[in-house]
């Protein structure tokens, strides 16, 4: 079978809408509510039919397309500046220590501040794959068709990136580090609070949430346990950013205490080794395996193939070919699949 990513249509909001219910919980950025999933792909149509220019408060959003069927088997989301609509708050880990010459002791205690010092970054995020289709390289084809498309369109893009990581969601979909910190505040139990979240975004958490560093000496066990751990369905998507440059530094997310990984945008590897190369020819002799995009906006197409250096430009398989749509002279980007 042959998958492509494409920019979402306002026909694909059954096919959202139904893997947003498969979930679990926590996908603050897919909620299984049909109001806030076609308020998302008018958005993100807004996006697309604004022409490249300056970065603005956009949002993309991308699906994974199975091209002889026409099913949507996955999505993913790009945000071009997080914070402009409403603050974007985090976590930060922090540590305050103290010396005491009576006991002859320093003592050192971790605590969480609520910051808006990601505000302003582009967010990748999104990403959910159908559980039919979690074979054959499909979830990374989704991850990094969305650099392929941020060094395609570079200027709608700020210099710093993120990537927020569901955090640790128990056997009933609560989570331990909402139990333990703001559930004590709020009066509503994670799952409330997260769809709450989802559909009406973050201006709650200004009104209700503390604004003074929390020890986490304070709070419980498992709430402690959880800081700054992804859900285990999380771990690939972890070690997949970090093999793209992301890393961790110390910011969690407020809700279930998810890591939110960040990196310089330009410093991405798919991003910096993306590179724009006219087709020569169109063969299926072999070569190496890529990440394939063309088109631009609405027209962004991406998939996997295979190339080969040829003169001043390359060769690529006839599948990717017809795939992407292009033929000979067609201008692509590509980078390598490993």
Not at 266 to 293: E, M, N, Y
Not at 320 to 330: K, R
Request: charged letters at 20%; proline letters at 4%; one cysteine or more.
């Amino acid at each position: 079978m042959t998958f492509r990513i494409r920019a979402a249509r306002g026909e694909d909001l059954q096919s959202l809408y139904e893997m947003a219910k498969l979930t679990g919980g926590g996908f603050t950025n897919l909620p299984p509510d049909r109001a806030s999933l076609r308020a998302k792909l008018d958005r993100s149509d807004a996006a697309y039919r604004r022409g490249d220019g300056p970065i603005g408060d956009d949002l993309f959003v991308l699906v994974l397309e199975n091209v002889a069927t026409g099913e949507v088997r996955g999505t993913c989301q790009i945000f071009t500046q997080v914070g402009q609509s409403y603050p974007f708050y985090s976590y930060r880990i922090g540590a305050l220590a103290q010396h005491s010459k009576e006991l002859g002791r320093t003592f050192r205690a971790d605590m969480l501040t609520l910051s808006t010092d990601l505000e302003g970054a582009s967010e990748v995020g999104g990403l959910f794959l159908h559980p039919g289709e979690r074979a054959g390289g499909l979830g990374m084809l989704l991850a990094r068709s969305r650099y392929l498309f941020i060094a395609m369109h570079r200027a709608r893009f700020a210099d710093r990136i993120l990537a927020e990581l569901r955090g640790i969601i128990d056997e009933a979909g609560g989570s331990p580090f909402w139990d333990g910190l703001a559930g004590r505040f709020f009066g509503m139990n994670f799952q409330d609070a997260d769809y709450f979240n989802a559909i009406h975004g973050h201006q709650f958490i200004a009104d209700l949430f503390p604004k003074h560093p929390i020890y986490t000496a304070m709070l419980s066990e498992t709430a402690r346990a959880a800081i700054g751990l992804p859900h285990p369905s999380g771990r690939a998507a972890m070690r997949m950013l970090e093999n793209e440059g992301f890393s961790f530094d110390n910011y969690i997310d407020i809700f279930d205490g998810g890591p939110t990984m960040t990196a310089r945008t330009d410093h991405v590897r798919t991003i910096r080794d993306t590179r724009s190369v006219q087709v020569q020819a169109i063969d299926d002799k072999g070569g190496d395996p890529a990440l394939l995009a063309a088109g631009s906006l609405a027209d962004f197409r991406c998939c996997y193939g295979r190339i080969q250096d040829c003169g001043d430009g390359i060769a690529i398989d006839q599948t990717a070919a017809a795939t992407l749509g292009v033929t000979t002279q067609s201008v692509i980007h590509c980078v390598g699949r490993n």
